[in-house]
């Protein structure tokens, strides 16, 4: 979870429209306060007042700074937010920043405002820093989706181009440095570009954002130039700039960009971004824009899940005093999150922020009213007694991740296209690596066999948990079923040698099994067999087919079986 540094004055600064911060504010009305940001204190210096907070939620990257808390904090004490006039859609922008063809092929977006009348302190130089690098590094996944540029604004002639160019054509100074350098030389030389370069998937051709007099401002997403993009404590006019590849997270960044320089008494001037070719918020886009959308929810959805009757007054007042715009309807409230938020995705998102709202304290705890007496389930304790089997046999325990990818649990298994390399889905991934559940359990198995070849052999690994399997029948598209996966690694391991293992097993689980031949693409032909309990496949057997195993990297033959936990259970 995020973990920021602020200072308790330059908090006290931020919260000087509330009353209540004239006296100051104490550790104990602090930490009070966090519960609302979902904030937790972790270290305070007396002598210098820097206060250590670490944020319990991903999903808010608005409240990863100082402005961010002090806003949420504010917005409680006054009972509403007070509008930002800057979001409005109808102003016109005296600032232009256009897009050139072809940069769909490398970064697509950008997103722009100008900050004026604020002069920059040193604390707060220090938290439009730290903001920049939380929203790039955790908010943007180390600037590939999402990185930021501030510069000084009075250097700026607009309107601003935003183009590709080849890596010998631009030159500047970057931040950092001394010397004059190309966006070749940047990549090769600088820190940043060592550590960035590789998102440039595209190196004959390298994004840049130039002036009207020609000036590069930036090589973005890895530095900005020195002679416009230092920043430095005394400034008052700033040009803020965000580029990435996902066009609502561009926006919302330089949203929360835009609302913390206001909250520090800027005055916010939106720049109209031109793109050559439509996206989802048209061709020309006013940036910073309220681009959210209302969301119904019910009452009684609400209630139900707090537990409390509360009435859709008591829903408005409690959204209001968070943030949110609000209008109340017979049985539901219509609500929408503020500007710099994007993370409404359920009811319980809505549910959760009128508890915040009005306080964990607020609700009545209610006790169970039945005594009951908990005890393992009859899967688990079939888990339980199988895992004592196998370490009784020999076999190593190993637990694995159930998220993976395709290739590991499908492509690597020669399963592509067919029934047995169906698998369930995530939607909205933050890497391809962590992409669906796995259907089986020796995917995992090979994945640790694989990295585990500078071990004695022989090696006897097994794993048993939970898969997802596609099954379209079932409500939700799938089941989660308990699965026991086992192999065995060594030169001259082989069929009967797994079989034997599990024979045993099933001796001691006191289950009678058969084996039948099944042709399966893991397994070598004539070599894999289905393992039957009364008439029903429960599992296979066989010795793992080489090129899997060469897909695997994996120098020794396997034998494996893999055994379906819960329909054992069930025969």
């Not at 940043?192 to 051709?205: D, F």
């Not at 005055?267 to 969301?295: A, C, N, W």
Request: hydrophobic residues 40%; charged residues 25%; proline residues 6%.
């Amino acid at each position: 979870m995020p973990t920021i540094t602020i200072f308790q004055d330059d908090l006290k600064s931020l919260l000087a429209s509330d009353r209540s911060t004239d006296r100051g504010i104490t550790i104990a009305q602090l930490e009070e306060w966090l519960m609302l940001a979902k904030g937790e204190l972790k270290g305070h210096n007396l002598e210098t007042g820097e206060l250590r907070i670490e944020l319990q939620d991903s999903n808010r990257p608005d409240l990863w700074c100082c402005e961010g808390i002090a806003r949420q904090i504010r917005i409680k004490q006054q009972g509403r937010l007070k509008p930002y006039s800057f979001f409005d859609k109808k102003p016109k922008s005296p600032h232009h920043l256009i897009v050139k063809p072809g940069m769909e092929q490398v970064r697509p977006y950008v997103a722009a405002c100008t900050a004026k009348g604020y002069r920059v302190s040193e604390k707060g130089l220090a938290q439009l820093i730290q903001t920049q690098e939380k929203l790039a590094d955790i908010f943007g996944r180390k600037r590939k989706t999402v990185s930021i540029g501030i510069y000084q604004l009075r250097n700026i002639t607009f309107p601003v181009t935003y183009e590709l160019v080849k890596p010998d054509d631009v030159r500047f100074t970057p931040l950092g440095m001394e010397t004059t350098m190309t966006l070749s030389e940047i990549l090769m030389v600088h820190p940043k570009g060592l550590e960035y370069g590789p998102i440039l998937a595209v190196k004959s051709l390298l994004p840049v954002l130039r002036d009207a007099k020609d000036q590069p401002l930036s090589f973005p997403p890895i530095i900005n130039s020195r002679e416009i993009g230092e920043v430095q404590v005394g400034d008052d006019e700033l040009f803020v700039e965000v580029t990435g590849t996902d066009l609502p997270m561009v926006m919302l960044s330089l949203n929360i960009f835009a609302a913390n320089l206001a909250d520090r008494g800027a005055t916010i001037e939106p720049v109209e971004v031109q793109y050559p070719t439509s996206t989802m918020l048209g061709k020309r886009v006013k940036t910073p824009q309220d681009f959210g959308k209302p969301k119904t929810i019910r009452t009684k959805a609400i209630e139900q899940a707090l537990g409390q009757e509360l009435g859709e007054t008591v829903v408005k007042q409690a959204l209001e005093s968070y943030g949110y715009d609000v209008s109340a309807e017979k049985g539901s409230v219509k609500a929408k999150l503020p500007p710099y938020r994007h993370d409404l995705m359920h009811t319980m998102d809505v549910v959760e922020d009128v508890a915040m709202s009005r306080g964990y304290a607020e609700f009545t705890p209610v006790m169970p009213t039945q005594f009951t007496v908990g005890g393992l389930s009859a899967i688990e304790q079939l888990s339980d007694r199988s895992r004592d089997l196998m370490v009784g046999l020999g076999f190593q325990e190993i637990i694995s991740n159930i998220l993976g990818s395709p290739d590991h649990y499908s492509g690597f298994m020669r399963l592509h296209g067919t029934e047995w390399g169906r698998t369930v889905d995530v939607d909205n991934v933050m890497s391809l690596s962590f992409s669906c559940l796995r259907q089986w359990m020796l995917p995992s198995l090979l994945r640790i066999e694989a990295s585990s070849s500078r071990a004695f052999y022989p090696h006897r690994l097994f794993e048993a948990g939970d898969v997802a399997i596609p099954d379209d029948a079932h409500e939700l598209g799938s089941q989660t079923e308990t699965v026991l996966g086992a192999l065995i690694a060594h030169a001259t391991t082989h069929f009967s040698e797994i079989h034997s293992s599990l024979d045993v097993l099933f001796y001691y689980l006191g289950k009678e099994y058969s084996l039948e031949p099944l042709q399966h693409p893991s397994f070598l032909e004539g070599r894999a067999g289905r393992i039957l309990v009364s008439g029903k496949s429960v599992g296979v057997i066989g010795e793992v087919h080489p090129e899997v195993l060469e897909r695997w990297q994996i120098a020794m033959p396997v034998a494996a079986f893999d055994v379906n936990l819960s329909k054992l259970a069930a025969n």
